[in-house]
Antibody
Framework: QVQLVQSGAEVKKPGASVKVSCKASGYTFTSYDINWVRQATGQGLEWMGWMNPNSGNTGYAQKFQGRVTMTRNTSISTAYMELSSLRSEDTAVYYC??????????WGQGTLVTVSS | DIVMTQTPLSSPVTLGQPASISCRSSQSLVHSDGNTYLSWLQQRPGQPPRLLIYKISNRFSGVPDRFSGSGAGTDFTLKISRVEAEDVGVYYCMQATQWYTFGQGTKLEIK
Protein backbone atom coordinates (compact mmCIF):
# COMPACT_ATOMS: atom_id res chain seq x y z
CA GLN A 1 0.00 0.00 0.00
CA VAL A 2 1.09 3.55 -0.70
CA GLN A 3 2.68 5.23 2.32
CA LEU A 4 4.43 8.53 2.89
CA VAL A 5 6.30 8.61 6.21
CA GLN A 6 7.68 11.93 7.37
CA SER A 7 10.46 12.80 9.77
CA GLY A 8 9.81 13.81 13.35
CA ALA A 9 8.99 17.10 14.99
CA GLU A 10 11.56 19.90 14.97
CA VAL A 11 12.19 22.94 17.13
CA LYS A 12 14.20 25.72 15.52
CA LYS A 13 15.30 29.22 16.41
CA PRO A 14 14.37 32.19 14.27
CA GLY A 15 16.74 32.57 11.34
CA ALA A 16 17.61 28.87 11.23
CA SER A 17 16.69 26.33 8.55
CA VAL A 18 14.71 23.11 8.76
CA LYS A 19 14.76 20.08 6.48
CA VAL A 20 11.78 17.72 6.53
CA SER A 21 11.91 14.31 4.85
CA CYS A 22 9.14 12.24 3.27
CA LYS A 23 9.88 8.57 2.59
CA ALA A 24 7.67 6.91 -0.01
CA SER A 25 6.83 3.24 -0.25
CA GLY A 26 4.32 1.02 -2.03
CA TYR A 27 4.77 2.62 -5.46
CA THR A 28 7.44 3.75 -7.92
CA PHE A 29 8.77 6.93 -6.34
CA THR A 30 9.86 8.53 -9.60
CA SER A 31 6.45 8.15 -11.25
CA TYR A 32 4.53 10.73 -9.20
CA ASP A 33 5.11 14.32 -8.11
CA ILE A 34 5.51 15.22 -4.46
CA ASN A 35 3.78 18.33 -3.14
CA TRP A 36 4.38 20.10 0.14
CA VAL A 37 1.53 21.74 2.05
CA ARG A 38 1.62 23.41 5.44
CA GLN A 39 -0.98 24.17 8.09
CA ALA A 40 -0.56 26.57 10.99
CA THR A 41 -2.39 25.62 14.18
CA GLY A 42 -6.13 26.08 13.74
CA GLN A 43 -5.67 27.40 10.21
CA GLY A 44 -6.26 26.15 6.69
CA LEU A 45 -4.02 24.42 4.16
CA GLU A 46 -1.33 26.31 2.26
CA TRP A 47 0.46 24.87 -0.77
CA MET A 48 4.21 25.45 -0.83
CA GLY A 49 5.34 23.78 -4.04
CA TRP A 50 5.93 20.57 -5.97
CA MET A 51 8.79 18.44 -7.18
CA ASN A 52 9.08 15.85 -9.91
CA PRO A 53 11.21 13.09 -8.35
CA ASN A 54 12.23 11.77 -11.75
CA SER A 55 13.66 14.98 -13.20
CA GLY A 56 14.16 16.96 -10.01
CA ASN A 57 12.15 19.81 -11.52
CA THR A 58 10.42 22.00 -8.98
CA GLY A 59 7.78 24.71 -8.79
CA TYR A 60 7.38 26.91 -5.74
CA ALA A 61 4.54 29.14 -4.59
CA GLN A 62 5.57 32.75 -4.96
CA LYS A 63 5.30 33.30 -1.21
CA PHE A 64 8.10 30.81 -0.55
CA GLN A 65 10.41 31.45 -3.49
CA GLY A 66 13.91 32.14 -2.32
CA ARG A 67 13.34 30.41 1.03
CA VAL A 68 12.25 26.88 0.10
CA THR A 69 14.18 24.11 -1.62
CA MET A 70 12.70 20.74 -2.58
CA THR A 71 15.04 17.87 -3.37
CA ARG A 72 15.04 14.09 -3.47
CA ASN A 73 17.17 11.00 -3.13
CA THR A 74 15.77 8.44 -5.53
CA SER A 75 17.96 5.64 -4.17
CA ILE A 76 15.99 5.73 -0.91
CA SER A 77 12.67 7.01 -2.33
CA THR A 78 12.77 10.10 -0.15
CA ALA A 79 11.77 13.68 -0.82
CA TYR A 80 12.97 16.65 1.20
CA MET A 81 11.69 20.14 1.86
CA GLU A 82 14.07 22.69 3.32
CA LEU A 83 12.83 26.05 4.54
CA SER A 84 15.33 28.73 5.50
CA SER A 85 15.31 32.02 7.39
CA LEU A 86 12.64 30.67 9.70
CA ARG A 87 10.37 33.04 11.59
CA SER A 88 7.66 32.46 14.16
CA GLU A 89 4.99 32.55 11.44
CA ASP A 90 6.52 29.38 9.95
CA THR A 91 5.40 27.37 12.97
CA ALA A 92 3.09 24.80 11.39
CA VAL A 93 2.55 21.18 10.49
CA TYR A 94 4.19 20.39 7.16
CA TYR A 95 2.73 17.67 4.95
CA CYS A 96 3.98 15.93 1.87
CA UNK A 97 1.37 14.62 -0.58
CA UNK A 98 1.69 12.54 -3.71
CA UNK A 99 0.41 14.19 -6.89
CA UNK A 100 -1.42 11.75 -9.13
CA UNK A 101 -1.10 14.02 -11.15
CA UNK A 102 -2.57 17.31 -10.00
CA UNK A 103 -4.58 15.35 -7.40
CA UNK A 104 -3.04 14.91 -3.93
CA UNK A 105 -4.11 11.32 -3.34
CA UNK A 106 -1.88 10.16 -0.46
CA TRP A 107 -0.59 12.29 2.39
CA GLY A 108 2.14 11.94 4.95
CA GLN A 109 1.31 12.06 8.64
CA GLY A 110 2.69 15.59 9.01
CA THR A 111 5.74 17.08 10.71
CA LEU A 112 5.37 19.80 13.33
CA VAL A 113 7.96 22.53 12.99
CA THR A 114 8.08 24.98 15.88
CA VAL A 115 10.04 28.20 15.52
CA SER A 116 10.79 29.76 18.86
CA SER A 117 13.60 31.66 20.51
CA ASP B 1 -3.78 33.29 -8.26
CA ILE B 2 -7.06 31.41 -8.30
CA VAL B 3 -9.07 32.10 -5.16
CA MET B 4 -11.32 29.37 -3.80
CA THR B 5 -14.31 30.46 -1.70
CA GLN B 6 -16.28 27.94 0.35
CA THR B 7 -19.71 28.34 1.90
CA PRO B 8 -20.74 27.84 4.59
CA LEU B 9 -17.68 28.00 6.84
CA SER B 10 -19.54 26.05 9.51
CA SER B 11 -22.28 23.49 9.09
CA PRO B 12 -24.10 21.96 12.04
CA VAL B 13 -25.93 18.87 10.83
CA THR B 14 -28.19 16.28 12.44
CA LEU B 15 -27.01 12.67 12.19
CA GLY B 16 -28.64 10.94 9.24
CA GLN B 17 -29.47 14.21 7.51
CA PRO B 18 -27.83 15.49 4.31
CA ALA B 19 -25.12 18.13 4.15
CA SER B 20 -23.89 20.27 1.30
CA ILE B 21 -20.80 22.46 0.87
CA SER B 22 -20.26 24.89 -1.98
CA CYS B 23 -17.00 26.01 -3.50
CA ARG B 24 -16.55 28.79 -6.04
CA SER B 25 -13.35 29.58 -7.92
CA SER B 26 -12.33 33.04 -9.11
CA GLN B 27 -11.79 31.70 -12.61
CA SER B 28 -12.58 28.61 -14.64
CA LEU B 29 -10.85 25.46 -13.47
CA VAL B 30 -10.86 23.78 -16.88
CA HIS B 31 -7.25 22.80 -17.56
CA SER B 32 -5.63 22.99 -21.00
CA ASP B 33 -5.79 19.19 -21.09
CA GLY B 34 -9.59 19.33 -20.82
CA ASN B 35 -9.79 18.08 -17.24
CA THR B 36 -11.04 20.09 -14.25
CA TYR B 37 -8.72 19.51 -11.31
CA LEU B 38 -11.11 20.19 -8.47
CA SER B 39 -10.75 17.94 -5.44
CA TRP B 40 -12.43 17.67 -2.06
CA LEU B 41 -10.44 16.75 1.04
CA GLN B 42 -11.59 15.75 4.52
CA GLN B 43 -9.53 16.47 7.60
CA ARG B 44 -10.66 14.78 10.79
CA PRO B 45 -9.44 16.26 14.08
CA GLY B 46 -5.75 15.55 14.60
CA GLN B 47 -5.38 13.80 11.25
CA PRO B 48 -3.77 14.70 7.92
CA PRO B 49 -6.07 15.58 5.05
CA ARG B 50 -7.64 12.71 3.14
CA LEU B 51 -8.70 12.78 -0.50
CA LEU B 52 -12.44 12.18 -0.97
CA ILE B 53 -13.28 13.39 -4.49
CA TYR B 54 -11.08 14.23 -7.48
CA LYS B 55 -11.79 15.83 -10.87
CA ILE B 56 -15.11 17.17 -9.60
CA SER B 57 -17.03 13.94 -9.11
CA ASN B 58 -14.77 10.89 -8.86
CA ARG B 59 -14.75 9.16 -5.48
CA PHE B 60 -11.30 8.10 -4.32
CA SER B 61 -10.60 4.52 -3.28
CA GLY B 62 -12.40 3.53 -0.09
CA VAL B 63 -14.60 6.62 0.10
CA PRO B 64 -18.22 5.78 1.02
CA ASP B 65 -20.81 6.39 -1.67
CA ARG B 66 -22.70 8.82 0.57
CA PHE B 67 -20.10 11.37 -0.60
CA SER B 68 -20.64 12.90 -4.02
CA GLY B 69 -19.25 15.82 -5.97
CA SER B 70 -20.71 17.87 -8.78
CA GLY B 71 -20.27 21.13 -10.66
CA ALA B 72 -18.48 22.66 -13.58
CA GLY B 73 -16.44 25.71 -14.54
CA THR B 74 -16.32 27.80 -11.39
CA ASP B 75 -19.05 26.33 -9.15
CA PHE B 76 -18.75 23.05 -7.32
CA THR B 77 -20.57 21.17 -4.58
CA LEU B 78 -19.79 18.37 -2.15
CA LYS B 79 -22.80 16.50 -0.81
CA ILE B 80 -23.08 13.99 1.98
CA SER B 81 -26.35 12.09 1.62
CA ARG B 82 -26.65 11.01 5.26
CA VAL B 83 -24.16 12.40 7.76
CA GLU B 84 -22.52 9.94 10.13
CA ALA B 85 -20.56 10.68 13.31
CA GLU B 86 -17.26 9.83 11.59
CA ASP B 87 -17.85 12.63 9.05
CA VAL B 88 -17.07 15.32 11.64
CA GLY B 89 -14.12 17.42 10.55
CA VAL B 90 -13.09 20.15 8.16
CA TYR B 91 -13.70 19.87 4.43
CA TYR B 92 -11.56 21.66 1.86
CA CYS B 93 -12.01 22.17 -1.83
CA MET B 94 -8.78 22.44 -3.76
CA GLN B 95 -7.88 23.36 -7.31
CA ALA B 96 -4.77 22.19 -9.16
CA THR B 97 -5.52 23.62 -12.60
CA GLN B 98 -3.18 26.55 -11.97
CA TRP B 99 -0.73 25.67 -9.20
CA TYR B 100 -2.65 24.58 -6.10
CA THR B 101 -4.99 26.63 -3.94
CA PHE B 102 -7.36 25.59 -1.19
CA GLY B 103 -10.67 26.90 0.06
CA GLN B 104 -10.82 28.22 3.62
CA GLY B 105 -12.37 25.01 4.91
CA THR B 106 -15.87 24.15 6.14
CA LYS B 107 -16.25 22.74 9.62
CA LEU B 108 -18.87 19.99 9.76
CA GLU B 109 -20.21 19.33 13.21
CA ILE B 110 -23.10 17.39 14.66
CA LYS B 111 -26.03 19.30 16.14
Amino acid sequence: QVQLVQSGAEVKKPGASVKVSCKASGYTFTSYDINWVRQATGQGLEWMGWMNPNSGNTGYAQKFQGRVTMTRNTSISTAYMELSSLRSEDTAVYYCARGNPLTPDYWGQGTLVTVSS
Amino acid sequence: DIVMTQTPLSSPVTLGQPASISCRSSQSLVHSDGNTYLSWLQQRPGQPPRLLIYKISNRFSGVPDRFSGSGAGTDFTLKISRVEAEDVGVYYCMQATQWYTFGQGTKLEIK
